[in-house]
């Protein structure tokens, strides 16, 4: 427990050098005295300007005081009133930039743990008895959800309490979408996402698998034949990029997504995976992102003795989670900023033995406002290594949308649609998360599914009173 209360009381977490080799969670929550302590931080202030940092806007001064009241049952009412996903976020939001960033005790002291809080009054509500059966929908009108990740999720949760029928169609075997076969059991387990989902299921969601929209049936048919009458797309943008350099094809390179997919949703860690993957002992991770923090961590659990992260930028220009950054470095992951990989080197065999770098220095801002890397002449050197993983970012993935018309993409295959309402270019049709923005956060996926959900339930009464009784 902290001794000060300009001090952020901190996350229990578990001991670095255990954690580095098991797919266990990382942090272990707050007790209740932790809770209590750290919820009396609070400033409470009249112009609360950390829920205008928050893209669900949760009423975050007042669930913390019922925490400091002790009344974890109302803090959770207050919280669900307004994030369908508490659990999920308060883990993996990155609260430092959109939240506690704003919070005034960041004046002078740390900002509230206004993430541990939610994650604490979430856990509780999970301890909880289940809250019955399903509410029966009262409206005719069913509406389409394609893709359950937290775009989909947060928009069927939200129709569903509007009363709609609310279906959600998606291509894998298991819903939950990056939360799934992205982010590792080490930062969001398995059973805490499928508690959040259960808790839609229970609120009337129903949610298909292996469905792939546009290939297993036809986004038109949705609406022309199956009677739906709205859709919301949220199939997020999860194409990974490459860099096309030499060496790229040799076995042993991956792309991170298939990296953490056969770990996550294939479970290749464990001894009867159906697809188990051999991890060599030096793996080099390309790029500095959340994701590139969950492959090089995800690799030493996978057995690898050194992780390297290679990244052409500096550390300022990171974008990962800071409590991520921070987890990477106590289980020994080596950064080489500055650093630009121009080729895999492999053996006869075709298998990956090293990586050619050159070494860079930042120059003047370049169109993202981030100072730009440039190449140091003659500075090229080899890095040895058995994997290399591109973590440089992902698009959406165009099957969906090449295979219907009247949906208008942009120059990064991004759909087109209004931010706020989640309109497309089509009418009945709405879309939000990664699909739209580009890969971004999870509270900006449910954030957008949110506003969609609100749009749509608009729209379908304003045409329900314009067809009058
Ligand atoms: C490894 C990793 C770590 C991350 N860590 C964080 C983090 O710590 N904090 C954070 O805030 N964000 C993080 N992110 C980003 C965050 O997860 C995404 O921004 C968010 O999941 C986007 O949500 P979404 O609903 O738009 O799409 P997704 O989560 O991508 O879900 C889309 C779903 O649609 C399905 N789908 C696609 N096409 C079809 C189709 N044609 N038919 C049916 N279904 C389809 C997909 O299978 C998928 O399940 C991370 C991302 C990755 C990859």
């Known amino acids: 427990m902290p001794v000060k209360r300009s001090d952020k009381t901190p996350m229990p977490e578990r001991d670095a050098g255990l954690r580095a080799h098991d797919f266990l969670e990382v942090n272990e929550g707050f007790d209740m005295q932790r809770a209590m302590f750290e919820a009396e931080r609070c400033l409470r202030c009249q112009d609360a300007i950390c829920v205008e940092g928050c893209p669900v806007r949760i009423p975050i001064p007042d669930f913390i005081h019922a925490i400091a009241k002790g009344d974890i049952s109302e803090a959770a009412s207050i919280l669900r009133s307004a994030n369908p996903l508490p659990a999920i976020c308060g883990r993996v939001c990155p609260q430092e930039s959109q939240c506690e960033e704003r919070c005034h005790m960041n004046n002078r002291f740390n900002a509230a743990a206004i993430g541990h809080l939610e994650r604490f009054v ?36 939200q129709l569903a309490d509007m009363g709609y029928r609310v279906t959600v169609f998606e291509a894998l075997h298991a819903a939950g979408g990056v939360l799934r076969y992205g982010i590792p059991e080490f930062r969001l387990p398995n059973s805490v996402l499928d508690w959040e989902i259960d808790v839609l299921r229970q609120r009337g969601v129903e949610i298909v698998t292996n469905v792939i929209v546009g290939k297993t049936i036809a986004l038109d048919d949705l609406l022309e034949n199956m009677g739906y009458a709205a859709i919301f797309i949220g199939t997020g943008a999860g194409l990974p990029k490459f860099l096309g350099i030499p060496g790229e094809n040799l076995n042993g390179v991956f792309s991170a997504n298939e990296f953490l997919t056969r770990i996550n949703l294939m479970r290749a860690y464990e001894s009867a995976a159906d697809t188990p993957m051999k991890v060599g002992k030096r793996v080099a991770v390309i790029g500095s992102g959340n994701t590139a923090m969950d492959t090089v961590r995800s690799s030493l659990r996978m057995g690898a003795e050194q992780g390297l992260i290679v990244y052409r930028r500096s550390e300022t220009e990171m974008t990962a989670r800071i409590e991520e950054y921070h987890h990477a470095i106590e289980e020994g992951v080596e950064f080489h900023w500055l650093t630009n990989p121009i080729e895999v080197l492999g053996n006869d065999e075709g298998w990956v033995t090293g990586l050619k770098c050159q070494v860079m220095e930042l120059g003047e801002p370049d169109e993202s406002g981030r100072a ?98």
Do not use: M
């Not at 500075?379 to 969906?400: A, H, Q, R």
């Not at 009247?406 to 939000?432: F, K, M, N, P």
């Open 122 to 157: 979430a856990d509780w509500e999970r301890g909880q008895p289940a809250n019955g059966g399903a509410p029966k929908p009262w409206r005719d009108e069913k509406i389409a959800i394609v893709g359950s990740g937290p775009a989909g999720l947060v928009c069927a949760g």
């Open 372 to 469: 730009r890397p440039v190449p140091v002449a003659g500075s090229e050197f080899v890095i040895p290594v058995d994997n290399v993983v591109l973590s440089i970012g992902t698009t959406p993935n165009p099957l969906l949308l090449s295979s219907t018309t009247g949906l208008e993409t942009d120059q990064w295959g991004c759909l087109v649609a209004d931010h706020e309402s989640g309109r497309t270019t089509r009418a009945r049709i709405y879309a939000g998360g990664d699909i739209v923005t580009g890969a971004a956060t999870v509270i900006l996926a449910a954030g957008a599914g949110k506003n969609a959900a609100e749009t749509i339930h608009r729209d379908l009464s304003a045409a329900g009173e314009a067809a009058g009784p």
